[in-house]
């Protein structure tokens, strides 16, 4: 996403709709949260978000200026940086999954374990889809520290290899602290220890973590996971098939538009 103060305005502008968009389903993802804290990972389903009907933004027929509207998300949020650390699949895809998250969410636990390795098998080695990781820290210093780590990891090209450490299991408090994290990065194959150090104290760190909560808040995330697909907003740990409906759905719009454009 761009810098510029303009793309910022157009975010804020537009911030207050998608929030619309997403509270009728927040309130199911609200639920689930209040379970989730309750009974963390021992629930064997998603309460209010495991079933299609609650996902109400994955359902209906949308009309075009719903469309315009997810398309105008997309290009201020779909960055597209070729190299990205935090990004898996072909920059120029016709889809992208922008994901918002925190490493003590054990929803987005949920989806990385059982949900992002379907829609990789699938669709990202397939060329039709791009994910894009942010860091949207709600639970305080110790999420702040996990985030930094990931990106310290990923200045080592070893960002999704710690990302999927840190979501093997529900982490919360101590269980990321430094050395554990530091120790984590070991098994996920980080090369060089004293400078993962490093960069997790950076200022740098620090200004790529505010950059993705700035992006978030601006559009009017309010918990984890949130995703948005090609601009298309979609809260909770969503059931795989429902991703897969949505993925499916926005390539065949993309490619729509791309033949349309040819004509």
């Not at 989730?36 to 949308?62: H, I, L």
């Not at 829609?119 to 860091?135: C, M, P, Q, S, Y």
């Not at 101590?174 to 004293?194: C, F, H, I, N, Y």
Request: net charge neutral.
């Amino acid at each position: 996403m761009s810098a510029s103060a303009s793309p910022t305005r157009k975010i804020a502008a537009i911030g207050a709709v998608l929030a619309l968009i997403v509270a009728v389903i927040a309130i199911g993802v609200a639920v689930g949260k209040a379970v989730e804290g309750k009974r963390d990972d021992a629930a064997p389903a998603v309460t209010g978000t495991g079933s299609p009907e609650a996902a109400a933004s994955a359902q209906p027929e949308e009309d075009a200026g719903q469309q315009r509207m997810y398309e105008e998300y997309a290009k201020l949020t779909s960055r597209r940086v070729a190299g990205d650390p935090l990004a898996i699949g072909k920059k120029d895809a016709p889809v992208v999954l922008v994901e918002y998250a925190d490493y003590q969410c054990s929803f987005c636990g949920r989806f990385t374990r059982e949900t992002q390795p379907e829609l990789v098998k699938k669709f990202v080695d397939a060329g039709t889809l791009r994910i894009e990781f942010r860091n949207f820290t709600i639970y305080g210093a110790d999420s702040e520290r996990a985030a930094r780590a990931s990106w310290a990891a990923g200045q080592q090209g070893r960002f999704w290899q710690l990302h999927d450490e840190l979501y093997a299991k529900t982490r919360k408090g101590d269980a990321l602290a430094e050395e554990k994290l530091v120790e984590m990065a070991r098994t996920s194959g980080v090369p060089d220890l004293d400078k993962f150090r490093t960069d997790l104290k950076s200022a740098d760190a620090e200004k790529a973590l505010k950059k993705d909560q700035d992006e978030g808040y601006q559009l009017g995330v309010q918990s984890t996971p949130s995703f948005l697909v090609n601009g298309r907003p979609i809260a909770g740990a969503q059931p795989t098939g429902i991703f897969e409906q949505v993925v499916k759905e926005a390539a065949a719009t993309a490619a729509k538009k791309t033949e349309g454009a040819a004509k």
